[in-house]
């Protein structure tokens, strides 16, 4: 039987190519095999080292071959980028897998669980379903708005507006059927979230991490149950470093000794990004009502020289450092000694 130092799987829905090497780095292996096909294939062969890519579908088949006996490991696609050679094909992706995965100080995903799919499921689900109320209020309010009927911003004018579309005799019926139904639709969805948003709620009580996160200033109980199903923090040498990944750090652009720092890299979980920054900004709004007696000094000392949404970066990169410290000492949040996170 052939002994594999590595096989690299190019994933697909239907056709997976595999790219693998024996112990002096030789290919060996290059082959297409079918859906069906791979639990049979590796069940035949003695423990291998195998690396895919992290995206989708790749967190089942890392289960799948782990329970086979395999080591396998989650590379994020922009580290495979780098290695792959000109021109691009399955069998070429491959070989970039292949070659990136053995590199010296690799950084890999953690395969997650099904439970820990599971759990960040639920967030997304509900983050598909706010954009489509928002999609649909859109929508009601561009075809109100081309009879004459205006309604101001949020969900909490949609009733008021539906009332005047129902009493405006100049718009014909079938607009006003058309814009009853988007009404319907959008009360659905309300009282889904509703529903979703009390589960959620009744999860996160009954998580003590995410509890114990949701104990500093910007943290919700959202924020807190996407930090602690998404993040292992033993992955990260330190918040700095999570905070890298999140993407709230400045991109480098450096060269000759000169440091070029650009805007935030943007890597990392965009939703988690978007959600610590959205944190920050309740905390930023609540720092200017308070003003100086009560808000944080280092807070309003950036206010004062930098725009509002740039220390609302600079606050989220705080707030993320403070949760993987958190997360790491198991502790919940004392403002003396996360101030010195600043």
């Not at 069940?43 to 395999?70: F, Q, S, V």
């Not at 967030?123 to 109320?133: C, M």
């Not at 014909?172 to 979703?196: H, N, Q, T, V, W």
Request: glycine share 8%; hydrophobic share 40%; aromatic share 4%.
């Amino acid at each position: 039987m052939t002994q594999y130092k590595r096989i690299a799987i190019d994933t697909s829905k239907a056709v997976f190519t595999l790219h693998g090497i024996d112990q002096t780095d030789r290919p060996i292996l290059r082959v297409n095999l079918s859906r069906a096909q791979m639990i049979p294939f590796f069940r035949k062969l003695l423990p291998t080292e195998i690396a895919m890519e992290a995206c989708g579908g790749t967190h089942y088949w890392a289960r799948e071959l782990a329970a086979l006996g395999h080591k396998v490991l989650l590379i994020p696609p922009q580290y495979v980028k780098p290695y792959v050679k000109r021109g691009k094909n399955d069998r070429i992706d491959a070989e970039a897998i292949c070659e990136a995965s053995g590199r010296p100080g690799m950084h890999f995903v953690p395969v997650k669980s099904a439970e820990q799919q599971a759990r960040g499921m639920v967030l997304k689900v509900r983050d598909t379903l706010v954009g489509q109320r928002i999609a649909l209020v859109n929508t009601l309010r561009g075809h109100a708005t081309e009879f004459g009927v205006i309604a101001g911003k949020g969900l909490s004018n949609i009733a008021p507006l539906l009332e005047k579309i129902e009493a405006e005799t100049t718009i014909p019926s079938e607009a006003r059927k058309m814009m009853a139904l988007l009404g319907e639709e959008i009360g659905r969805l309300d009282a889904r979230l509703k529903e979703m948003d009390a589960n959620i709620k009744r999860t996160h009580n009954a998580n003590p991490d995410s509890k114990r996160l949701a104990t500093a200033p910007g943290i919700g109980s959202i924020t807190a149950l996407t930090v602690v199903t998404t993040v292992d923090p033993n992955a990260f040498g330190s918040g700095r470093h999570f905070a890298a990944w999140v993407g709230l750090t400045p991109r480098e652009h450096s060269t000759g000794g000169k440091p070029r720092m650009g805007g935030i890299s943007r890597a990392g979980n965009e939703r988690l990004r978007q959600l610590f920054v959205l944190g920050a900004m309740s905390v930023i709004k609540a720092a200017v009502r308070q003003g100086d007696q009560c808000a944080d000094a280092w807070l309003l000392d950036l206010l004062r020289r930098k725009p509002r949404k740039v220390a609302a970066v600079a606050l989220a990169n705080k707030m993320a450092r403070r949760c993987w410290a958190m997360m790491t000492r198991g502790e919940a949040y004392q403002p003396a000694r996360h101030a010195r996170l600043s």
